[in-house]
Nanobody
Framework: QLQLVESGGGLVQPGGSLRLSCAASGFTLDDYAIGWFRQAPGKEREGVSC????????NYADSVKGRFTISRDNAKNTVYLQMNSLKPEDTSVYYC???????????????WGQGTQVTVSS
């Protein structure tokens, strides 16, 4: 069964940091560009960042540029999202999935996982 598992979310104060992890089972992440998406209550899911298979290319949504960094360790079959200078508007459920670098679009080759909740609040 192809599955993605996100972890690392939590409650953090504004200005704080979190690192999210995305692990795969049933397939190897290095077959795809992998990205992070998020969905806040009442809003559509949006692309946050995407990293190419080799890790040599990345893309970020304007709202997170300069604050978030995506990386991958193909040997560990894991993709990370380092989130710094977090803002209340970053509060969302975060998901990882195959993606396109251009346009930060979801590539529907694997179903969405459960996601991990990130809450930024004082």
């Amino acid at each position: 069964q192809l599955q993605l598992v996100e972890s690392g979310g939590g409650l953090v104060q504004p200005g704080g940091s979190l690192r999210l992890s995305c692990a795969a089972s049933g397939f190897t992440l290095d077959d795809y560009a992998i990205g992070w998406f998020r969905q806040a209550p009442g809003k559509e899911r949006e692309g946050v960042s995407c990293i190419s298979i080799s890790g040599g290319s990345t893309n970020y949504a304007d709202s997170v540029k300069g604050r978030f960094t995506i990386s991958r360790d193909n040997a560990k079959n894991t993709v990370y999202l380092q989130m710094n200078s977090l803002k209340p508007e970053d509060t969302s459920v975060y998901y990882c999935a195959p993606c396109t670098i251009k346009g930060l679009m979801y590539l529907p080759v694997v179903s969405w996982g459960q996601g991990t909740q990130v809450t930024v609040s004082s």
